[in-house]
């Protein structure tokens, strides 16, 4: 599986070409051209030839080209797959299937790519992302997570998995009502900690309040101490916030280093444990302070 840069991924209608146009341009980590709910259903074939040629003809350097197609429960779905992959197979690193309920979700679209990526003798395999939207798929994330080897993350899905739990939005909008702490947060940690089990990433869902950028910094954060590779934008103001979010600073990598190196001198020395700064640290922390170079080695900051 190849080892991708997550940390903002741009939704865009592909039904509006000067959109796609602009999102090649964007900047962001991965750009997915959205056949599902961004399209209104009289305009979903013509937005697949749109999402075709925008893949075929635009420039889209180092950023993952992904299309979310329609879910296995619509009228959609095969011919998505079908046009996209016989149009444009060469050009989609990724197919992000919406509403997953299980495993099964997945194997159908694995089988169909496995099918067309060998009538067409495609050179490379297109990897896959499911998004998390539904109780029923939450309630089996472990198993999804593991169930597929060209699976590459799970995405939290907020505003459909709102409708699908009945969480109420109205008590929302007043402080004296609103849920205390973070809504979210168990599904956060549940979605997270089977991707990092399965060896996969997980994908923060997007904020809808484009206007509200510390708000969007804020949740974006959560996820990123919780573990999260990255998180969608809906809007390209929100790509630079999550690219900073998801990314170590230069404090962290300095204190990383330290610390990793503290560890080294330790351990050549015979000892289990060493400090700096007045922090001890061991075979358990030092692992916590090598994610953070990890991290900064993918995102080209060392």
């Given amino acids: 599986m190849p080892e991708r840069l997550r940390r903002s991924e741009l939704a865009t209608p592909a039904s509006n ?31 697949r030839d749109n999402a075709a040629r925008g893949l075929r003809e635009l420039d889209w350097g180092n ?21 996209l992959v016989e149009n444009a197979g060469e050009f989609i690193d990724i197919i992000i299937i919406p509403k997953i309920k299980g495993p099964r979700d997945v194997w159908f679209f694995d089988t169909l790519l496995e099918e067309l990526e060998l ?19 939450l309630a089996r994330v472990e198993e999804i997570a593991t169930c597929c080897p060209r699976l590459e993350a799970l995405i939290l899905g907020f505003g459909d998995f709102s409708a699908s739990q009945g969480i109420r939005m109205g008590p929302i909008s007043d402080p004296t009502l609103r849920y205390p702490g ?3 947060s168990y599904h956060r940690n549940r979605l997270i900690c ?6 996969i990433d997980a994908v923060d869902g997007p904020f809808a309040d484009f206007k509200d950028p510390e708000g969007y910094r804020r949740e974006a954060s959560w996820a990123y101490q919780l573990g999260a ?19 170590p600073t230069e404090e962290e990598i300095a204190h990383a280093r330290k610390m ?26 030092v692992r916590i302070f090598q994610q ?3 991290r900064a080695k993918q995102t080209g900051q060392i």
């Fill in 63 to 83: 950023t993952i080209r992904a299309v979310r197609v329609n879910s296995t429960d619509t009228q959609w779905a095969y011919e998505d797959v079908v046009h």
């Fill in 229 to 247: 590779a990255g998180k969608w934008a809906i809007h390209p103001s929100q790509i630079s916030i999550a690219n900073e979010v998801f990314a």
């Fill in 17 to 47: 070409e000067r959109m796609i146009q602009k999102s090649s341009e964007s900047g962001a980590d991965l750009v997915f051209l959205d056949l599902e709910d961004a399209v209104a259903p009289p305009l979903k074939e013509s937005a």
């Fill in 119 to 137: 009538k067409l003798q495609l050179t490379h395999k297109i990897g896959l992302e499911a998004l998390v939207e539904e109780t029923e798929a």
């Fill in 194 to 199: 089977a991707c990092k089990a399965a060896g």
């Fill in 260 to 285: 990793v190196e503290a560890y080294e001198k330790s351990a050549a020395a015979g000892e289990g444990a060493g400090s700096a700064d007045g922090v001890l640290v061991d075979a358990a922390t």
């Fill in 182 to 184: 973070d809504l979210w």
């Fill in 292 to 294: 953070v170079l990890d």
